[in-house]
């Protein structure tokens, strides 16, 4: 066994603190998302909480996933679409897939994704968000073994490209905060 030498620049270890710190910033879109499943499900007699619901949980998987993949990963999304489904007494896995999809999508076409405008960031959010209304109305046909109305899926659509710009600006002052930018 070679003798220990001693090393004068060590690489500072993190205090416990500053591990918690790290911790709650990858935590906190789950736990948003979290409490918005809770919120937007609960009886609180919101109108149109439950239209809203899917919208609002595609539009932040795609948010988180693009800007900040560590705070949204695989496997937070895949809890988030059960814990919807078993809240929203759909089948189970539908929508753990749909957030996967969107996750997915989001993540591979990231780099791509960060260099454009606004603009054009939200005409692909329209394009998935589309998809994934019209994927979850398919479903939703599947399990139930007969064709369903489809306006309630346009609807879902035009409510996930409606609301994605007040959800990107809420996400986006989230983001500096966990960042530590100072907000002007």
Known sequence: MPPMQWDPSPEPQDTLGQRLDSAARHLLPSFIAVLAIIVLSAPLGLPGAAELLPPIMIGSVFFWSLWRPSGMPALNVFILGIFMDLIGFTPLGVSAFILLLVHGLASYTRFGL???????????????????????????????????????????ALLCIGIYPLLS?????FLHILDGKPTS
């Open 114 to 156: 960060m260099r454009l405008n606004f603009l054009l960031v939200w005409g692909v959010f329209g394009l998935i968000g589309a998809a994934a209304s019209v994927l979850q109305w398919a479903l939703a046909c599947v399990f139930r073994l007969h064709a369903l109305d489809p306006a309630p899926a346009f609807f879902e």
């Open 169 to 173: 600006a809420v996400s986006s002052w």
